[in-house]
């Protein structure tokens, strides 16, 4: 498998390539609301321009590579637990924003009194754990790798639940 998937495209518009010049020209010293009401004037009087970078905005994609070997899909639920586990992990420090709906029925009642924030980090620790236990399905004894699965589904549901909310 090789996977290469490269940043966000940055959105450009007549604004913003305004707003480099005049920040290089003034050394940074600009007045936001005087750049704002100059480019929304020039785009009134000139819609070809809002246009035109719609134009190139539409051009722009971002770069995403992804090879799967037949051997990655021999056991795709580990394929993918292994690649959730350090993205998980890594969306957790970063973390910016939390889902406003969490589901009270998903925290143990100590949970219920801290921040939403501090909520948000508790659930996405079970769904790390359970990708992780996931990964690290290596008991040899049968019953034991049974145990370690349904151990494991409280966060692969936990996963499907708050799906949506994996973006800050």
């Known amino acids: 498998m ?3 998937i490269g940043p966000y495209i940055k959105y450009w518009n007549f604004y913003s390539l305004v707003e480099r010049v005049a920040s290089a020209v ?3 010293n600009i007045n936001d609301d005087k750049l704002y009401d100059f480019t929304s004037n020039v785009e009134d009087k000139f819609p070809i321009i809002t246009k ?3 134009w190139v905005d539409s051009k722009r994609t971002r770069k995403v590579e992804i090879r ?8 795709a639920d580990h394929t993918a637990a ?3 586990v350090p993205l998980l992990t890594e969306f957790r420090k970063n973390l910016h924003s939390y889902p406003t709906n ?4 998903d925290l143990p009642e100590f949970m219920l009194y801290h921040d939403k924030l501090d909520q948000w980090r508790y659930i996405l620790d079970r769904m790390i754990e359970a990708f992780r236990m ?5 008991a040899d004894d049968i019953d034991e790798r ?8 409280d966060g692969l549901y936990l996963f499907a639940k708050y799906y949506d909310h994996l973006w800050d």
């Open 2 to 4: 090789k996977v290469h």
């Open 26 to 28: 003034t050394k940074g």
């Open 52 to 54: 035109f970078f719609e």
């Open 68 to 75: 799967i070997d037949n051997y990655d899909t021999w056991n």
């Open 82 to 84: 292994l690649i959730l």
């Open 102 to 105: 969490i589901d009270e029925s």
């Open 134 to 138: 996931r990964s690290d399905l290596e």
């Open 146 to 153: 049974e145990k370690q699965k349904e151990t494991s589904k």
